[in-house]
């Protein structure tokens, strides 16, 4: 009974309804992604530094899609698709629009710096030391990616406590992060190795299953797996406290019911920092 209940069996029995959500966030990204590449086709700045400006635009998304996996995969819930995932957009629209930057430089340096130092180390053994420590660096980047937009969407948090939290549980929570790192490089070796050795029809057919399936895995096997490291960590947010329609009674309330040892009440969806003294 508990497998049935489990944040995989749960994949597959929600499966519409994630696939929907991963939608409303890839087909926006292809499309960006798509316009930026024929601006560089046009202007004959074809490189992936112009091309991954379409992540910033499409990010705000991205709010929406996380939510959906919470409230599916970690509080074990049903929801209302597209409610969720507009309101998720709506809230989270200027915090993602920043992440959304954040992605963007981390993909196109560390796209560039990977290929400079790699094709240095070729003639240089020094290159190559840099390259392994660059490699490390870019790892600790992408764990806390797994962390940010789960934090933006669940917790009422200054954007730098999102992201020194994010930094600390790189370290704080390192074995579920090598695991959830493993998986993700699993099916990203996976997905590579298609597009490598396919060609053809069925390439183009395994890439448009990439792009419409590769975030919605990457952010529900990111999600499922640190989710209860950051719970720890942070805060609960899979036992919502009771709700009242006036928000401000709401808050009151769930103040008074919270535990006495707890900074945070969950409202409206959200874990919300309070002060209990005053």
Request: one cysteine or more.
């Amino acid at each position: 009974m508990k497998f049935n209940n489990s944040a995989f069996a749960r994949f597959f029995r929600y499966f519409p309804k994630l696939f929907s959500a991963g939608l409303l966030y890839s087909v926006p990204l292809a499309v960006f992604v798509g316009i930026f590449i024929l601006i560089g086709y046009l202007t004959g700045l074809n490189n992936i530094i112009l091309w991954g400006l379409g992540i910033i635009p499409a990010a705000p998304m991205l709010a929406g899609l996380v939510m959906v996996i919470r409230k599916i995969a970690i509080e074990k819930t049903d929801v209302r698709l597209f409610d969720i995932f507009l309101t998720a957009v709506k809230e989270n629209l200027k915090a993602f629009l920043l992440h959304g930057v954040v992605m963007y430089l981390i993909i196109s340096c560390t796209f560039f710096s990977l290929l400079y130092y790699g094709s240095l180390a070729r003639t240089d053994i020094v290159y190559g030391y840099i390259l392994t420590i660059y490699v490390l660096f870019t790892a600790i980047l992408l764990i806390m990616m797994f962390y940010i937009p789960i934090m933006s969407v669940t917790y009422e948090l200054r954007m730098w406590d999102i992201y020194k939290n994010s930094f600390l549980l790189v370290f704080g929570k390192i074995l579920r992060n090598l695991s959830a790192l493993a998986l993700v490089l699993i099916v990203s070796l996976a997905a590579f190795s298609a597009i490598v050795f396919l060609s053809g029809v069925w390439l183009w057919v395994v890439v448009a299953v990439i792009v419409l399936l590769y975030p919605l895995l990457f952010f529900y096997i990111t999600i499922s797996v640190i989710s209860k490291g950051l719970q720890d960590a942070v805060g609960s947010f899979t036992n919502p406290l009771p709700s009242d329609s006036d928000d401000s009674e709401e808050v009151k309330e769930a103040i008074c019911n919270a535990a006495s040892d707890s900074d945070y009440v969950y409202v409206n969806g959200k874990m919300i920092k309070v002060d209990k003294n005053k």
